[in-house]
T-cell receptor, first 113, second 118 residues
Framework: AQSVTQLDSQVPVFEEAPVELRCNYS??????LFWYVQYPNQGLQLLLK??????LVKGINGFEAEFNKSQTSFHLRKPSVHISDTAEYFC???????????FGTGTKLQVIP | EAGVAQSPRYKIIEKRQSVAFWCNPI?????LYWYQQILGQGPKLLIQ????????DSQLPKDRFSAERLKGVDSTLKIQPAKLEDSAVYLC????????????????FGQGTRLTVV
């Protein structure tokens, strides 16, 4: 079985400040990890994914995440946020590619002007 | 490239009524997913198709939910009869699918159908 924990349900941050959205996972097998973004009344869009290789993953819109196997974490970071980054962010885990993906409960990022 | 199309965007029904949602995946995508997203929660996979066959329906409440993808292209998800707790956004997604390296291709999501059961 696998699970994802996003401890922060909401994260307010001022525009141009850095942000980190936390994600921890548990799994009995090797995992693939994802971050998705969901804008209001929209579907989910893939930000980035870790399948193998380098543990630092760069995604779209200036986001990056680091896979830490020992801490079972996959935190999402951006050095300087913009108003347009206001959205809900979901961390997800899969035992293999896009099969049986389990999503976390989401973190709402609110960028304050 | 056209994205995943879903209809309707919104639906309000009374409990015990039936409802159906439609999804047209991206052309050429073999794998199709239906997710349920309850307010305040992450999406939960209901069913996954590979072409017209079911790969995973372990979390589909089969006493009231059904889904089909008869020709391996578009798909319908039906709820009959609906309960209050079925109020959610129903998301459809598709990916190239396949095996091996193709297994790791990105899943693209539609805008979803927001269902309210009153």
């Amino acid at each position: 079985a696998q699970s994802v924990t996003q401890l922060d349900s909401q994260v307010p941050v001022f525009e141009e400040a850095p942000v980190e959205l936390r994600c921890n996972y548990s799994s009995s097998v090797s995992v693939y990890l994802f971050w998705y973004v969901q804008y209001p009344n929209q579907g989910l869009q893939l930000l980035l994914k870790y399948l193998s290789g380098s543990t630092l993953v760069k995604g779209i819109n200036g986001f990056e995440a680091e896979f830490n196997k020992s801490q079972t974490s996959f935190h999402l970071r951006k050095p300087s946020v913009h108003i347009s980054d206001t959205a809900e962010y979901f961390c997800a885990v899969s035992p293999g590619g896009y099969q049986k993906v389990t999503f976390g409960t989401g973190t709402k990022l609110q960028v304050i002007p | 490239e056209a994205g995943v199309a879903q209809s309707p965007r919104y639906k309000i029904i009374e409990k015990r009524q039936s409802v159906a949602f439609w999804c047209n995946p991206i052309s050429g995508h073999a794998t199709l997913y239906w997710y349920q997203q309850i307010l305040g929660q992450g999406p939960k996979l209901l069913i996954q198709f590979q072409n017209n066959g079911v790969v995973d329906d372990s979390q589909l409440p089969k006493d009231r939910f059904s889904a089909e993808r008869l020709k391996g292209v578009d798909s319908t998800l039906k709820i009959q009869p609906a309960k209050l707790e079925d109020s959610a956004v129903y998301l459809c997604a598709s990916s190239l699918g396949g095996t091996g390296l193709l297994k790791n291709t990105e899943a693209f999501f539609g805008q979803g159908t927001r269902l309210t059961v009153v």
